[in-house]
């Protein structure tokens, strides 16, 4: 079975641009988190989607949305980009919401504004 | 909410030496704790988790640990450090609702350095 996949890899955007962020889940896997990992820190929880619809929200602001498709693949889109914006972005899927369903996490995607 | 605090942002270990690293929690409900370890470059794998059956857990590649409410601790152990252990660890806490699973608040995480 593939595992998450993340893209792209790499990002330099300028200060004011909008960029998404590509996620294709685990087979199977109808539950994307994405999470955003800033340099020496934890990864914080941005947002949560169960079969197309947001299912809980992180403490980051509007200009953070996102998107799940019917294959369960997902997008995170950020509008006017800010420097602290700059962050590793991290993408786990999983069976369900359900606690016995684990996190499988992708690579990430490193985004850099300047 | 819950949050957790992990001890030390750097830990340097002998190889063949006692690995540990700190975590307390904080939480209002019963929590689920979990240990994840990242290497360079990658995403984080999940080593073991706690969901208040055995307060004693075992996780891959011989790690374990102890859930101990009356300390909030949850400290994540492994009896020799192995060069391949060298990466960053993180603590993290769910409050446990159903549908909680993937929205984990995590520390800041501690960097293990393994010295030959």
């Known amino acids: 079975e593939t595992g998450v996949t993340q893209s792209p890899t790499h990002l330099i955007k300028t200060r004011g641009q909008q960029v998404t962020l590509r996620c294709s889940s685990q087979s199977g896997h109808n539950t994307v988190s994405w999470y955003q990992q800033a340099l020496g820190q934890g990864p914080q929880f941005i947002f949560q989607y169960y079969r197309e619809e947001e299912n809980g929200r992180g403490n980051f602001p509007p200009r953070f949305s996102g998107l799940q498709f019917p294959n369960y693949s997902s997008e995170l889109n950020v509008n006017a980009l800010e420097l602290d914006d700059s962050a590793l972005y991290l993408c786990?899927?999983?069976?369900?919401?359900?606690?016995?369903?684990?996190?499988?996490f992708g690579n990430g995607t490193r985004l850099t504004v300047t | 909410a819950q949050s957790v605090t992990q001890l030390g942002s750097h830990v340097s270990v002998s190889e063949g030496a006692l690995v540990l690293l700190r975590c307390n929690y904080s939480s209002s409900v019963p929590p689920y704790l979990f240990w994840y370890v990242q290497y360079p470059n990658q995403g984080l794998q999940l080593l073991l988790k706690y969901t208040s059956a055995a307060t004693l857990v075992k996780g891959i590649n011989g790690f374990e640990a102890e859930f101990k409410k009356s300390e909030t601790s949850f400290h994540l152990t492994k009896p020799s450090a192995h060069m391949s252990d060298a990466a960053e660890y993180f603590c993290?806490?769910?409050?446990?609702?159903?549908?909680?699973?993937?929205?984990?608040?995590f520390g800041a995480g501690t960097q293990v350095v393994v010295t030959p």
């Open positions: 993290a806490v769910s409050d446990g609702a159903t549908d909680s699973w993937g929205k984990l608040q």
């Open positions: 786990a899927s999983s069976l369900d919401t359900g606690l016995n369903s684990p996190l499988h």
